[in-house]
């Protein structure tokens, strides 16, 4: 870029630093909306693989698998440009935030029943020892345990979500993305418009990510875990108790 | 013992109880009774069926064959249809029954994500319905017991392997249970942790009437706290008698090799 063509990127930029933070909000709402419906979907789809009726579990198996095995950019077009000629129309944000919960929620889904697998059989013996039924096992002793496995993959997820937000753009949503583009197109800068966007998007995936650690941290020190996200404080280590003959666990 | 069974009183009885797990039967054709208030301890080689039995009260299995009776009535099983056939337990039947048991783990499980306290008071409160303070006083009353009162607010895994154990053992005497089950209960413990663990054990032989059913490897302490001693072998018991007629005195060739090797 030239001295006069940077000085009207900067100057452009200037103007349109309204316009960016609107399309930031937009994005942030997105993957706000989109990562609370993928969570109720994760969770919903998640209990009903791991439930004892096989035509619920089999019908939570064929979800997910559909939702998983075709594309996000697919699915978003489809709620946007087909689901109008069956009668329904969507607004553009609601598409995404519904390609975004179902798509996500489904990879969800697999953490969510991984992680409850994951918690010690024996956790749940002590639970049925001590009287407790299936709900109150679920719900006080199951799922704060698969909490802590839950939140890291989780993150990925949330990130992962964040950084397909852009799709919105093609769907004429004003999204962060949509505005850098604009931006592009008055000053032609594209390399300096899209270095921009990468910034953005990698500041962005780091706050997330932040705050998913903080969330981390506190899930295992509730289990008594020491260890900061990213360590050794994996699955193995939120056993209670290290079993005899298998012993070498995480912490 | 069949010969000896006085209807009505029995805590526990096991009519012709079997128990595969796949091609391995670990119980044949059980037949067990257990008198409300008595202590009976299981011993035999591992593999013998003994933790199976306990398993199967708790219902943390179900039987293959035959029919586990608590305080006179269908436990693995209740009646059904106008000619009142037994069938398998659900959920419903099992709830209140499975209420009046409480069972102490070798590995003894205490929910990590709870502090000492939490795990004590948690089924109280949410299985009985006790109010915070009633089941917290209970479960303090209960750590007090084994001696742990200082210990409330710690987490489960800071403790040594004979703390958690006392955990457990006040976790399931939170409940109030009419019969307790105690799985091998030292056997994960360090050797000079299991003293303070039998300990414990023994102040609540004493001072309870609750039946007790223990598998264990302690020798001691089954003579100490045991109205009865059965050997198992096979999925069958091959002789049963009091402590010291069954451990000094033992009939069968089996079990004094048996009693001999872990004494």
Known sequence: MTDSGTAVFLSELGRALPAIGEGLLVTLEATALGAA?????????????????????GAARAVVEFLRGTSLYVQLFWLFFALPMLGFRLDPMACGVLAFGLNYGAYGAEVVRGAIAAVPAAQTEAAIALGMGPVLRLRRVVLPQAYALMVPPFKNLLIQLL???????????????????QLRSATGGTAAAYLLLLLLYFALAA????????????????????????GRGGPRAVRAVPRAGRAGGGA | MPSDHVPGAEKVRFDRVTKRFGDQTVLDGLD?????????????????????????????????????????????????????ALVPADERHLAPRRRRIGMVFQQF????HMSVLANVVEAPRHVLGLDGDEAAARARDLLGLVGLADKE????????????????????????????????????????????VLDVLRDVADSTDITMLCVTHEMGFARDISDRILMFDGGRVLESGPPERLLDAPEHERTQAFVRSIT
């Open chain 1, 207 to 230: 706050l997330l990510g932040a705050g998913m650690n903080a969330l981390e941290r506190r899930a295992k020190a509730r289990l008594g875990v020491v260890s900061g996200p990213g």
């Open chain 2, 32 to 84: 067990l009774t257990v008198a409300p208030g008595e202590r009976v301890t299981l011993i035999g080689p591992s593999g013998s069926g003994k933790t199976t039995i306990l398993r199967l009260l708790m219902t943390l299995e179900r039987v293959t064959d035959g029919v586990v009776h608590v305080d006179g009535e269908p436990f693995s099983h209740m009646p059904s249809g106008p000619g009142g």
């Open chain 2, 153 to 196: 607010d710690a987490h489960p895994t800071r403790l040594s392997g004979g703390q958690q154990q006392r955990v457990a053992i006040a976790r399931a005497l939170a409940m109030r249970p009419e019969l307790l089950l105690l799985d091998e209960v030292t056997s994960a413990l360090d050797p000079e942790l299991v003293a303070e």
């Open chain 1, 163 to 181: 950084k397909a937000t852009p799709l919105l753009s093609l769907v004429t949503v004003a999204d962060l993305t949509f505005r850098i583009d």
């Open chain 2, 109 to 112: 499980n205490l929910f990590p």
């Open chain 1, 37 to 57: 419906l993928a969570l109720l979907v994760a969770f919903a789809l998640g209990l009903a693989s791991r439930s004892r009726l096989l035509v619920v579990r």
